[in-house]
Nanobody, 124 residues
Framework: QVQLVESGGGLVQAGGSLRLSCAAS????????MGWFRQAPGKEREFVAA????????LYADYVKGRFTISRDNAKNTVHLQMNSLKPEDTAVYYC?????????????????WGRGTQVTVSS
């Protein structure tokens, strides 16, 4: 099976930055597109960013464009989310996800593997 573990969350003031990391492992993990989703209390899980297996194609939600950058290092089986200019509304649990396809997706149901999440809190 594929296992995903997120790290890098924490408390930061508005305007600050955080870099999230996701470590992937498992014999079933191959040419997988990866994504980041987030969920705030009382709200549904929402799409943040996705990246193709090759890293050549990325997809971002409108509310993070220009502020967040997704990247991956296949040699290290990791994916990252660099978050700059953070806003209080970015506060949520951030989840790393993987799908059994090389092209990324903004739909949570397209992803088969999920991490446990890492908390990001942005104060004003």
């Amino acid at each position: 099976q594929v296992q995903l573990v997120e790290s890098g969350g924490g408390l930061v003031q508005a305007g600050g930055s955080l870099r999230l990391s996701c470590a992937a492992s498992g014999r079933s993990f191959g040419s997988n597109a990866m994504g980041w989703f987030r969920q705030a209390p009382g709200k549904e899980r929402e799409f943040v960013a996705a990246i193709s297996w090759s890293g050549g194609t990325t997809l971002y939600a409108d509310y993070v464009k220009g502020r967040f950058t997704i990247s991956r290092d296949n040699a290290k089986n990791t994916v990252h989310l660099q978050m700059n200019s953070l806003k209080p509304e970015d506060t949520a649990v951030y989840y790393c996800a993987g799908r059994m396809y090389s092209v990324g997706s903004s739909k949570s149901y397209d992803y088969a593997y999920w991490g446990r999440g890492t908390q990001v809190t942005v104060s004003s």
